[in-house]
Each structure stands twice: as C-alpha cells, then as structure tokens.
C-alpha cells in the first residue's frame, strides 16, 4: 500500500503524542503474523498507509500493546452489552482503533486527544459514528458534551501514566462527579516501571521513552483510587495476560506468585454509585478481561496471569 501520510506530516509529534506510532507498531505487527492472537485490520491499514520507521525508533515488536488492547476490548464490549447505544469516550485515542474493532453499530464513540494528534488521526480513521475532539483530555471540556444522566464509560489506555499523579486523580474524580453514571477504565504501571522511565528507559538509540512520573503497585490500587475520589464506589484491578517479549516468560513465571504479581502492569475499572444499576448479561460487573478471568465485584480483586507493562 502507498502511504497517505508523509514523515513531513508527523513532524508535529514529540514527546507524549509520538508514542501513539508505538502501539500501533506493536498491534499491526501482532496482527500480521501467521500465529496471531489479536486481529486488527484497521490498524494494519493505517500502519502500513504511515510513511515512518517503526523499527529504526521502537525497535522489533513485542505482543505488549495487542495484550492490552485485547484486555480494553473484553472489557468495553462487556459495557457495551449491557449499556446498548450509550456513549464510549477514548481520551488520548491517538491511532488506537478500538472503535472499529469493538463496534456493535450502535455506539456512539468519542476520541480525545491533542490537536496534533487528531490532525495525524482524522484522515485515517472516520466513521459516521465516530466523532474527535482536538483538545486536553484534562481540561474536561469535553465532558461538557455528555449528558450527565446517562451511562458513559471513559476509557484512558496509555494515558494517565505519562502525567502528574495528582492530574490523573483529578481526571478521574471528576469524571465519576459529573457523570454518576460513568465507568472509567485506565492503566497503571508498577512503581518500579516508572522508575524506568524517569531514569531514562530507551526502546532503541533513536527513542526515548516520556517519563511515567508515578506508578502503583497491584495490592495498592485499590486504596489509592479510593483517595483520589470518595465517590469511587467500584473499582477492580486486573493484571495483563501473558504476551510476547524478552520479558513475558519472566513475567509468566512472576504471577503465579502473590508476592511478585503486583509489581506488574494492571487495567483498573472505576465505578460511581449510579453505574452499578444496570441490566443485562453483565448486570453488576465492574470488569472483565480476557477469557476465563474473573467478574470482578466489591473487595475483589483479579488473578489474570500478568506480562510485562506496556507504555501507551
């Protein structure tokens, strides 16, 4: 396929907003191989239409970012199926392409990013029902355009992480304030991952990696959310799935024990009160992710085998 996107038209990104080119890297390449475990043809069109040296800065890819977006899309078509026709928000969507691959022809989606971001977005991933708004996620205008009294579940995949800790708890507060209704599904990174970054973590010579200023570890998830926001009424840790990598045999062998499994990447759901009275085939559940993890209710936590975390 000719690319439609030039290297000239990336020259906009840096720092946070060039690391939507990472995942895309990982999720296309995951999804072209012969053994796949994820499919994503959405996203290889629009991998393969980006003139751009993915190996040169990403180095080769690792299963990561398939991981997580397989764990995102359990968990978001769950939501769907018990909220039919309610809106889906992608705050920092970048060239994710979850909407296509979780689409049930109802759902109205909303993407979120910076504005050069949704300028490199725009012409490659439109749909009638798929509408983006340039601006910062964290300035919270567009909550202004969700009705308050409606069921809406805000996901943050590769996000939160890259900011201010205090700026993520704010976010999310205010989320689960101004929409009772509202689940919020996010990413965290352990502590010692952050550290990583914070100290300079190099995917290759080309590319570095933006600081992750916090992370959290597995059995501190919980409490930690509850201190960001009083009003958290739910919440649910998950840990990754197994995955491709120099890491992810370390890591298969790290979650079978209590004691290390929370130094791993999680997905954490938050509910407010209003969110809970639902109904339908998953009536009551916080999240799910992946097959055979658990339903996750109040005091409960996952025990999903864990990989490697995974930058946005």
Known sequence: MTAILSSHALAVLSGIPETMLWPLHNRAQEAMRPDRTFDDPVGVRVYRSIDYDYRRNFGAPDGSHAQRAQLFDGAVKDWMIAHPGRPVVELGCGLETQFFRCDDGRVPWIG?????????????????????????????RWLDTIDPATP?????????????????????HAVLIRCPKATVLFDVVPRWFSGLTRFGLRKTPHYRSPRMPW??????IEARVRRWSPVAHRIAAVPYGPTRGGLG?????????????RFLGHVVAVQSAGATATTGPEAGSVLRLGPGSARLGP??????????PSAR
């Open 299 to 308: 005091g409960t936590r996952g025990t999903h085998p864990t990989c490697e």
């Open 152 to 172: 809406i579940l805000v996901t943050a995949q590769g996000l939160l992480m890259y900011f201010d800790e205090a700026k993520a708890a704010a976010l999310v």
């Open 249 to 261: 045999a370390v890591c298969r062998v790290a979650a079978r024990f209590a004691g290390l499994r």
């Open 112 to 140: 979120v990013d910076v504005p050069p971001a949704i300028a490199v977005r725009t012409p490659l991933l439109r749909h009638p029902r798929l509408r983006h708004i340039a601006d910062d996620a964290f300035a919270l």
């Open 215 to 220: 992370g959290l570890d597995g059995d501190r």
